[in-house]
């Protein structure tokens, strides 16, 4: 009943990550757009070139590595009469490779060729990564540009209030000095928000050259859904880092089966022919040679066998290492977003703050400091909703990527 109960739950979460559907998200680079940079970046097209490099090797090993070999030799026989004789013999031989040790040759070539798929997909996630999260830090400075726009507006307009007051009577000179000091450090951070948002445009553009400089909103995340099983299900199902693991595995078992197979030499078929005394004597013949097996192939037999044992385990170390990378994934992007909801609700607190305080000091109800007080508050609180967006946004768009929903990702 137990085990019915399990393998339900566990077909019931196969089938849940196998619904999964891949989505366009508000604020990622179009797919289109996205697939062109990355299918030009070194690391993927180095990864391409080597599949070209894997299929060669497996037609490599689906020949024979045995060659014709022709054998001549011409000698004179010399009788003690005086005669002499030409002679000559002509022969041909190979070595014929067992059927068991082909078999073995085609799985490792079948294995390679995969291998370097998995390889070239594994490059395509990592390069997908590094492009979405240069993408969001750029869209993320851009914003925090913006802030501080808005930011600098707000001061310059504190500072006409208090040049205002300043006329009329009722602000000292030193009030303005203040103001006008603060003014002078927002103007400040306005240019280095300027500054940083340029310099992350460059990170990007020099690192996915060709992309376009189309700047868009910076988007909310989604909050995640479904159960964290079937997010794990889906990512280790789509991970390529997990099948070069799971295809060395494969690849050491088709070494084991070649090694066992080697363990009976390739027998070597040839012909020849002869010719003695002069010509008066025809010789035609068949021969046939087989190595004496020695201790030698025995142990690349258990060292291959050893390997396998290797394999195996770390493609459980592997699975491991990915489920905690994965379950960690899930945590920080069900955190980030958590944290997003609760800066987004201060921020607008502290916006309020702000404008009451402004509204006051423009009517003498508070003093300078409270006002600017407030304004920081309003700034640092609107600076730390930001962070917390880009953050969630990265970790949102990188399960995404994980689990290959986005930029047609998606393969078996």
Do not use: C
């Not at 109800?365 to 006002?371: G, N, R, T």
């Amino acid at each position: 009943m137990m085990i019915r109960l399990f393998m339900m739950a566990l077909l019931t979460v196969s089938a849940t990550a196998q619904a999964m559907q891949p989505v366009n998200p508000p604020g990622l680079l179009p797919t289109e757009i996205a697939r062109q940079l990355l299918e030009q970046d070194p690391a993927v097209a180095s990864a391409r070139a080597g599949l070209d490099v894997a299929q060669q090797e497996a037609g490599i090993l689906d020949q024979s590595p045995h060659e014709w070999i022709a054998r001549t030799s011409g000698q004179q026989r010399r009788l003690d009469s005086g005669s002499r004789y030409a002679e000559w013999s002509v022969g041909i031989e190979r070595a014929i490779r067992l059927p068991g040790k082909a078999e073995a040759d085609r799985k490792l070539g079948k294995a390679t060729v995969e291998e370097s798929k998995a390889r070239y997909g594994e490059a395509l996630h990592e390069s997908a990564r590094e492009l979405m999260a240069l993408w969001v830090a750029w869209l993320g400075a851009e914003r925090a540009h913006e802030l501080a726009q808005v930011s600098l507006q707000s001061t310059q307009a504190s500072v006409s209030a208090v040049e205002k007051r300043v006329r009329a009577g009722d602000a000292s000179k030193l009030d303005l000095g203040i103001a006008r000091a603060e003014l002078a450090e927002q103007r400040r951070m306005d240019n280095d928000a300027k500054t940083q948002a340029a310099a992350t445009w460059a990170r990007l553009s020099t690192r996915f050259p060709g992309v376009k400089r189309q700047a868009m909103a910076l988007p909310m995340p989604s909050e995640i859904g479904g159960d964290a099983a079937a997010w794990r299900e889906r990512i280790l199902e789509q991970s390529d880092e997990f099948k070069i693991a799971q295809l060395q595995l494969k690849k050491a078992q088709a070494h084991a089966d070649r090694a066992r197979a080697d363990k009976i030499p390739d027998p070597t078929l040839g012909g020849y022919t002869a010719s003695e005394v002069g010509g008066r004597e025809r010789i035609i013949g068949v021969m046939v040679s087989v190595p004496i097996p020695g201790g030698a192939r025995n142990a690349r037999n258990a060292k291959a066998i050893a390997a396998v044992v290797v394999s195996s385990r770390e493609v459980e170390l592997k699975q491991r290492e990915l489920e905690t990378q994965i379950a960690n994934e899930i945590a920080t992007a069900q955190g980030t977003y958590a944290s997003l909801q609760i800066a987004n609700e201060g921020a607008g607190f502290m916006l309020e703050n702000a404008a009451l305080m402004q509204r006051a000091y423009a009517l003498g109800e508070a003093d300078l400091q409270a006002m600017l007080f407030s304004l920081r508050q309003q700034t640092a609180a609107a600076n730390s909703a930001l962070q917390a967006q880009v953050s969630a946004l990265q970790a949102y768009y990188g399960l995404l990527i994980d689990a290959h929903l986005v930029w047609d990702m998606d393969h078996d």
